[in-house]
């Protein structure tokens, strides 16, 4: 079974909205509420489809929308989220309220990146970077047998125990540890 088109491509607007159909959106929409995007467009008057009506009020237009920049708070609890859900933007956003899952995914890229290396911490696993570095290569010789992997250090991220009980070969120079420590005390 096949969706027909949202909308008949001929007959619409692309590009830039007019601040007059954004005002035709927002007041369709406090008439009606949310939602039947498809048949949207039509009911209000406007030649756009209705995925672009649909991410225009809720990336632009929505009342509950914050506006300007992140706080550090907001920060904390991205990289928190982060480190607990991975690239899920739309869960962080969840527990967001006003911001929305692709201007998290942007700042995230833009800005939470480069602050996390920049104090040493590798924004994928929330590691170290000598952590990660040393891991991927234990890993190597891991899968091979010669030798155990390091055990993951965000215990509480784990859904279950190591399955050895080894001591890992991988050791990190106590600076560096303490670097990581206080660099997440600046974090948190």
Known sequence: MVRSPCCEKAHTNKGT??????QRLIAHIKAHGEGRWRSLPKAAGLLRCG????LRWINYLRPDLKRGNFTEEEDALIIHLHSRLGNKWSLIAGRLPGRTDNEIKNYWNTHIKRKLLSKGVDPSTHRPIIDATCERSEEKAWRSEEAPRCPDLNLELC????SFQQEPKCVVPSNTTLDYRRNLQMIK
């Open 51 to 54: 995925k672009s009506c649909r």
């Open 159 to 162: 859904m279950g125990l190591p």
């Open 17 to 22: 909205w007019t601040k007059e159909e954004d």
